[in-house]
T-cell receptor
């Protein structure tokens, strides 16, 4: 069964450093998302991406964040200068555009980001 | 006001029993979708079931069913014949109108006991 994959599974970085979180969405999906979950809290929307541009973003997604689809398979989230409060699990998700499974967003396993 | 409210931080159920996890939502948009996701201790988010606001019947997927009461703005998840592997955090989420983002509740931690 096709699935969303994410690398790395765990990333440790120093405050102020740049990180890139990588995702490979399900191959025929067209809509891509990033969410984050601070430990013990609910999942929060960051950004949605369609047709090579951001379709919606939350107030969390400030100028420190950017997304890119550099090729036909990868979808990345970059945090330019990490802060302690960026420590969280980051989930990538994707959604198809067909008659079946049109509504469901399928999530990847997550990348745990730890900022020291 | 919270868009999605899950009032049960933790629930216990005996194996093979049914359990209902509560979810209420708040939206003024007539078109919306409601979702349930399962998050085991390993951390991944697993899609369980979807209910559209215009769907006439309650959604079912195997042992999962969604008790959708539109007038009450509730979308409770019913798990029948609970199994030990059902022990996990369960999140209710909503998508409103043409917006694509999911808004999640705070989750319910379910523990299935022998």
């Amino acid at each position: 069964e096709p699935e969303v994959t994410q690398t790395p599974s765990h990333q440790v970085t120093q405050m102020g450093q740049e990180v890139i979180l990588r995702c490979v969405p399900i191959s025929n999906h067209l809509y891509f998302y990033w969410y984050r979950q601070i430990l013990g809290q609910k999942v929060e929307f960051l950004v949605s991406f369609y047709n090579n541009e951001i379709s919606e973003k939350s107030e969390i997604f400030d100028d420190q964040f950017s997304v890119e689809r550099p090729d036909g398979s990868n979808f990345t989230l970059k945090i330019r200068s990490t802060k302690l409060e960026d420590s969280a699990m980051y989930f990538c998700a994707s959604r198809g555009d067909g008659l079946v499974s049109y509504n469901e967003q399928f999530f990847g396993p997550g990348t745990r980001l730890t900022v020291l | 006001a919270q868009k999605i409210t899950q009032t049960q931080p933790g629930m216990f159920v005996q194996e093979k029993e049914a359990v209902t996890l509560d979810c209420t939502y708040d939206t003024s948009d007539p078109s919306y979708g409601l979702f349930w996701y399962k998050q085991p201790s390993s951390g991944e988010m697993i899609f369980l079931i979807y209910q559209g606001s215009y769907d006439q019947q309650n959604a079912t997927e195997g042992r999962y069913s969604l008790n959708f009461q539109k007038a009450r703005k509730s979308a409770n998840l019913v798990i029948s014949a609970s199994q030990l592997g059902d022990s996990a955090m369960y999140f209710c989420a909503m998508r409103e109108g043409a917006r694509d983002k999911l808004t999640f509740g705070t989750g319910t931690q379910l523990k299935v006991e022998l």
